[in-house]
């Protein structure tokens, strides 16, 4: 269900209550009055309170009376109808009816009253200054209270009237007119709150409010002038005015007397006290004055609407509404029976009858103002314009989409840095360049692709040509057609990629690595004699007949052919053996064991020579490592 907190300013005290259900069935569930602090200022005090209540438990959408007193009320007529189209107009034709204030400095609502004899529109303005009503919302929003709607007090009273029946249907029917006669005119409902500073009166036809009126008087009159007899302070003024009127006699009371300030540092003196007698008679006199101006007040707002005739109802409520002698000055006044607003038997409650008694008249206007959300009559909606209320992302809507726009532009100014800059490395890299006067000229290319295809290098067959497994080579016109369907940013990297595949295309030709830390066969064969050269102490006298170098791949080999002398040639040989074995050993050795069956020697051929000599030549093969560090530092220095 709807749950709603209306808030009643008030005059001397704030009303504050809380409800839930429908428009027809309505609960109360809590009701919190707390008086007008009289040393803070209004918007603050009301804040106090308003805080004070929600703090008790209360909850819900929070809606605020506002006073009809501060509002400027002009009925003007329009020769159009259409509620859309008297917005348009209304504060402009406004404006030449209120002297006092200037309209741009103010909050203008309307509420239609009726049509006109020129088929227009008679149209009631309320325009309610901006500034007082801005500090209460500031107020209220600075306690964390925020009133989702504003409307005037006088409204929020017809709604409360309206919801309570007050405007239904006498059972009886109406005597028929004359053939002929014009229709009689509609009675009128009055309804009256009276309140401690302000009076209003509002003057209903049927259901549709005719005429309203805020009149600033009320019984706070009758204090005001006990404590200004008296010197007594309005709080007790009120206390002694309500007891004389409810027991007819005089009060006695003790008040403290102020005394001067004193200077320098003395022990201040304990206050004295002084007693004020406040008699019936006093009282009695200052209400009959009240009463007396309220009913010139009553009968020149009557005389001057038009309408007293047609009164046959009147409906009273408000903190006032018991006031002695004020039931026969209204019977006199409006002439008829008046009778009081019974706004609390119209609610589910949970109040004592002594509560829900002295309760009842002072919540007329804070129950209407939160019934606005469960429907009835519509009334005025005050937060309009810089003072409309805005949930928590209306607030930050307009600076968000700022925000979002700004951000928008930084990223599109961004970007198109971005664009700039990518346009800018794609020159740099090498975009394709098309003369616009040779449409079939060659393609050409930017920055740095331009420098690495210029001079006719890649247009050589001889040195830029990559042969493929159909037959057909890869040649410069086949680059530059595979370049130009390449995204810029790859294009070099292409490049390198076809360079490195002709450099392994040549290498696999020629047998020459760019890999192989060997530069010619010179370091093989320091190498070789090295090994001889440590061996030679075994080796003894020896003939080096033949060295056969290949440093071809797929096999690179040294072969080698000695000559042994004597008998001991196979020991000699087996020296040779070892001395290969050691060399394999050496990690930095560009000898590598041969693959398969050990190859000592290929074959071993008998000599002999004049005389007892004989001897054999031996063949020895070594396999030759692909990479190694020529002259490693593992080998001993030949010299």
């Known amino acids: 269900m709807v749950r709603t907190v209306g808030i009643d300013p008030g005059e001397a005290a704030v009303k504050v209550v809380e409800l839930d259900g429908s428009y027809r069935k309505t609960r109360l569930l809590r009701v919190h009055v707390e008086p007008l602090d009289p040393a803070a200022a209004r918007p603050e005090a009301v804040a106090n309170a308003a805080r004070a209540a929600l703090d008790s438990g209360m909850r819900g959408e929070v809606h605020l009376a506002y006073p009809c007193c501060e509002t400027v009320l002009r009925t003007i007529e329009l020769p159009f109808k259409g509620h859309d189209a008297i917005r348009k107009v209304v504060k402009a034709e406004i404006e030449g009816e209120i002297h006092s204030h200037v309209v741009d400095d103010m909050v203008v609502d309307f509420h239609e009253l009726g049509p006109t004899a020129e088929n227009g529109t008679r149209v009631l303005v309320g325009s309610v200054p901006k500034e007082g009503l801005r500090a209460q919302i500031a107020a209220l929003t600075a306690r964390s209270v925020e009133p989702e709607t504003v409307d005037l007090d006088t409204l929020a009273l017809w709604r409360t009237a309206h919801w309570a029946g007050a405007f239904e249907a006498p059972a009886a029917e109406p005597a028929a007119a004359a053939p002929g006669a014009p229709a009689a005119p509609a009675p009128i409902t009055a309804v009256v709150d009276f309140g401690a500073r302000g009076t209003k009166v509002l003057l209903v036809e049927g259901e549709h409010l005719v005429e309203m009126r805020a009149l600033r008087l009320g019984d706070g009159a009758i204090v005001d002038e006990i404590a200004r007899r008296t010197g007594l ?35 201040p003196a304990a206050p004295s006290k002084r007693s004020v007698t406040v008699t019936f008679e006093e009282v009695e006199a200052a209400q009959t004055a009240f009463l007396q101006r309220l009913a010139r007040e009553l009968v020149r707002y009557l005389t001057a609407s038009g309408k007293a005739s047609r009164i046959q109802a009147l409906w009273i409520t408000g903190g006032a509404a018991r006031t002695p002698g004020l039931g026969e000055l209204l019977r006199e006044v409006f002439g008829v029976e008046p009778r009081e607003l019974d706004v609390l038997g119209h609610l589910q409650h949970d109040l004592d009858p002594e509560a829900a008694a002295d309760l009842g008249p002072r919540l007329a206007t804070a129950v209407g103002i939160a019934l606005g959300r469960f429907g009835g009559p519509a009334g005025f909606d005050l937060r309009q314009e810089d003072l409309a209320f805005r949930r928590g992302f209306e607030r930050v809507k307009f600076p968000l989409a700022i925000a979002c726009l700004v951000g928008l532009l930084a990223l599109f100014l961004y970007g198109h840095q971005l664009s700039r800059e990518l346009q800018m490395l794609e020159l740099q890299i090498g975009r394709t360049w098309q003369n616009p006067a040779e449409p079939n000229a060659p393609r050409q290319f930017h920055g740095m692709l331009n420098s690495v295809l210029a001079g006719g290098w890649f247009e050589k067959p001889q040195q830029f040509r990559l042969e493929q497994s159909r037959g057909k080579d890869y040649r410069y016109k086949d680059l530059v057609t595979e370049l130009e369907a390449t995204p810029v940013h790859r294009r070099i990297a292409l490049v390198r990629s076809k360079l490195e595949a002709v450099a392994q295309q040549l290498q696999k030709e020629s047998g020459v690595y760019e890999d192989v830390k060997l530069e010619s066969g010179l370091a093989v064969l320091v190498r070789f004699a090295q090994m001889f050269k440590a061996a030679e102490p075994e080796l003894g006298r020896y003939l080096m007949i033949k060295i056969d170098l290949n440093m071809k791949t797929p096999k690179r080999y040294l072969e080698f052919v000695v000559a042994f002398r004597n008998s001991d040639f196979r020991d000699r040989d087996g020296a040779v053996v070892r001395a290969i074995e050691a060399e394999y050993a050496k990690p930095d ?42 002259f490693g530092g593992g080998a001993p220095e030949v010299r």
Do not use: H, N, Q, W
């Not at 007790?236 to 540092?265: F, I």
């Not at 020697?601 to 020895?620: C, N, P, Q, V, W």
């Open 233 to 267: 302070p309005a709080a007790a003024a009120r206390d002694a005015v309500r007891e004389c009127l409810a027991t007819g006699g005089d009060r006695r009371l003790e008040v403290d007397e102020a005394l001067p300030a004193t200077g320098g540092e003395a022990a």
């Open 589 to 630: 050795s560009p000898f590598r064991e041969p693959e398969g069956r050990t190859e000592k020697r290929s074959d071993e051929k008998l000599f002999k020579g004049d005389g007892s000599t004989s001897g054999a030549y031996y063949i020895y093969r070594m396999g030759v490592k692909d990479s190694f560090d020529p």
